[in-house]
């Protein structure tokens, strides 16, 4: 029997991660438009040191059924290694991560304030929050807020918090009780909660090994740029630059560049200008040398340095590394001259020495109220011809890697109907 063909559009992390998902039972082709696959967690090698050209992608989840697909891709004993997550806030000196479990490595006056904000939080009766910024300050206090949440954050994001939705932020906000920091300080345990506490990360070429594993099996197509994606009149299969028919599409490529190649019978011009609307940030990736440290990633908010995090993808695996250095790298949101990346790195922590950088325009997008609401009409709108639409810059969510896999096996349950 002829197995249902299914088309493919980008090979990121979701475009592959669902290919795999279905090449069992559906013949499946792949599209990708730039020379190889892997989006936003491809590597290069730069003097014999791996370069994360956007993150250092580290895998972990609080989905069973996304641990159990992962691994049954990989050999977690043999190919992974697994590390406990040591993360800085770098503030003059650096203070650990959560900073709020932290207050007895800061000067004893902040602390004070800090914990005295604290003690009024938990007096008062606190109203719903509406935005980001207003949980931050309900949650951990005005002088946390002021010296950490919101210029670290504002740096990120170069905008204000209290224009950001708490929907957009669902699951990766930090949740901790008043008496869970006071705790916390007390006993000075780490923070093990979080997705993240502890990270597995390939032994050998990074996140690029978790690209080539997926890759494999899978008929991708690479320096394709789709210009159409039409259906054919008797509305049965689906072309890709007029080629050969497809029973369905799955987009997992950047909707701002869908409506204008998706046949116009479809009706979704009348989406095109808030899709076009959706907001953005881009990220400058600098691969550095950098002295000997113990930390994973290290948190900036001094308003003064430009880059927001250095993280020492050199410390997740000494094969990132050439003999006898340590790399890491710092990141800056959206474009950054070369000139002013130096001027940064000297007034940096840990001694950091340039060796390459990459600007990448579509890493971070930027949610309002409407986005998700807007998404969901779109999908409406195209699923019952047998598209559907998944993936970080195609449903414009801001998924971490293992995000993007659930959200690629939550697709499952639409397209075997």
């Known amino acids: 029997m002829n197995k249902k063909k299914i088309a493919v559009i980008g090979s990121g992390v979701s ?31 730069v003097d014999g040191n791996l370069y994360h050209m956007v993150g250092g992608h580290v895998f972990n989840s609080k989905r069973q059924d996304v641990l159990d697909w992962f691994w049954s891709q990989f050999d977690q004993d043999k190919e992974f290694i697994k590390a406990i997550r040591n993360a800085t806030v770098f503030m003059d000196k650096p203070i650990g991560y959560p900073i709020e479990n932290h207050l ?19 007096k008062g009766e606190q109203s719903e929050p509406s935005n980001f910024g207003d949980f931050l300050k309900q949650r951990f206090g005005k002088t946390l807020y002021s010296i950490y949440f919101k210029p670290y954050n504002e740096k990120i994001w170069k ?3 209290s224009g950001v939705p708490l929907s957009w932020l669902a699951g990766k906000l930090p949740m901790p009780t008043v008496e869970e920091i006071l705790c916390n300080n007390i006993s ?60 369905s599409v799955i987009f997992t490529g950047n909707i701002k560049s869908l409506i204008g190649v998706v046949d116009p019978a479809l009706g979704l011009g009348r989406f095109d200008s808030a899709v076009q609307a959706l907001e953005y940030h881009g990220t400058t990736t600098v691969l550095c040398e950098i002295e000997q440290n113990p930390y994973s990633w290290v948190y900036m908010p001094d308003p003064d340095i430009a880059a927001h995090r250095i993280i020492n993808t050199g410390n997740f695996s000494d094969t990132n590394n050439h003999p006898g250095i340590k790399t890491a790298t ?27 950088h990459e600007f990448t325009e579509y890493t971070y997008p930027i949610q309002d109220g409407e986005t998700r609401p807007l998404i969901d009409r779109i999908k409406q709108e195209v699923e019952p011809h047998g598209m559907y639409i998944t993936g970080r810059f195609a449903e414009w969510e801001y998924y971490n890697m293992d995000a993007a896999m659930g959200a690629a096996i939550d697709l499952l349950s639409r397209i075997y109907v």
């Not at 998902?21 to 559906?26: A, T, V, W």
């Not at 990141?331 to 060796?355: A, G, H, Q, V, W």
């Open 104 to 122: 007895y490595q800061m000067d004893p006056e902040v602390a004070k304030a800090v914990v005295s904000d604290l003690l009024e939080i938990e």
């Open 330 to 356: 710092v990141e800056f949101t959206d474009y950054i001259e070369k000139e002013e990346i130096l001027s940064n790195l000297e007034r940096m922590p840990f001694n950091l020495r340039y060796l390459a």
């Open 15 to 45: 475009g592959l991660s669902i290919a795999q998902l279905l090449k069992n039972d559906f013949s499946v082709k792949v599209f990708e438009k730039q020379s190889r696959p892997g989006g936003l967690i491809k590597c290069d090698r």
């Open 159 to 161: 905008r204000d918090l």
């Open 188 to 247: 000075q345990e780490k923070e093990m909660n979080m997705v993240h506490s502890s990270f597995y990360y390939p032994k050998v070429n990074g996140s690029q090994f978790l690209v080539e594993r997926l890759a494999e099996g899978l008929d991708i197509e690479c320096g394709v740029e789709i210009n159409t994606i039409t259906r054919s009149a008797d509305e049965r299969k689906w072309h890709i630059n007029g080629g050969e028919g497809f029973d």
